[in-house]
């Protein structure tokens, strides 16, 4: 078996929908029944490629690739009527072995952090309470002015937790999302729970799941080696 690459780092940041709740699906099925009322026949792929920006953006464009026009007014419109009905769609459910990992690197005293597009609102619904509170900092796409693929997110988590970009690793499973990381000037571990890596290919490195993750990287605090090195 090939040897683990050692990272060395003191925070991980990880996505939400996608990475550590299986949402998507729900996500999709939502979007298409609210845009199939709008005349706009979407495929699977006008969602998950956009998986990580604020609904707004994902709305307005989503309308312009399909050669419409939309106000803002009727954008925020369409966002309420997608949550309501994805409320109602909606069954707690977890991407395999994420729980698992993200509770073993709370353990083994990583920092860790969450930087969704998911407004606050939900993520508060969707999260239970045991993993959120694993989480030191916790930014959404309603903390945010502009959401995933600018750096602004995972910039912000770096600032409230004073922790330089070069200490830290972003998990991710969206193209919108390693673009956002990577501006940040993060280094960017990929996940093929939503989309094939073709689609992953500007992370850093492509996993197909928490388990071959674990089995191709070891998680080392930093502060930890520099005392044993």
């Known amino acids: ?82 949550e309501e009905l994805f409320k109602r769609l909606f069954k707690p459910k977890f991407i395999k072995g994420a729980r698992r990992f993200v509770k073993k690197m709370h353990k083994e005293n990583f920092i860790l952090a969450l930087a969704t597009g998911t407004a606050r609102h939900e993520l508060d619904r969707i999260l239970p309470r045991e993993l959120k509170e694993l989480f030191s900092v916790i930014i959404t796409g309603s903390d945010v002015a502009k959401g995933k693929p600018h750096p602004e997110p995972y910039k912000k988590v770096l600032k409230a937790l004073k922790i330089n970009s070069k200490d830290s690793v972003v998990i991710e499973n969206a193209p919108l999302g390693i673009e956002s990381a990577k501006g940040a000037s993060l280094k960017c571990l990929a996940l093929e729970t939503s989309l094939p890596r073709k689609y992953l290919k500007e992370a850093d490195y492509i996993f197909s799941s928490f388990n071959e993750l674990s089995d191709s990287i070891r998680f080392v605090r930093k502060e930890q080696y520099e005392l044993k090195n």
């Open 1 to 82: 078996m090939e040897k683990r690459k050692i990272l060395k780092i003191k925070l991980i940041i990880f996505d939400m929908d996608g990475v550590i709740t299986d949402t998507m699906p729900y996500h999709y099925q939502a979007w298409k029944k609210i845009f199939k009322r709008e005349g706009v026949s979407m495929s699977y792929l006008d969602v998950y490629q956009r998986e990580g920006q604020t609904g707004i953006s994902s709305v307005r464009e989503i309308f312009n690739v399909h050669g419409k026009t939309i106000s803002i007014k009727k954008a925020k419109k369409i966002l309420v009527e997608k």
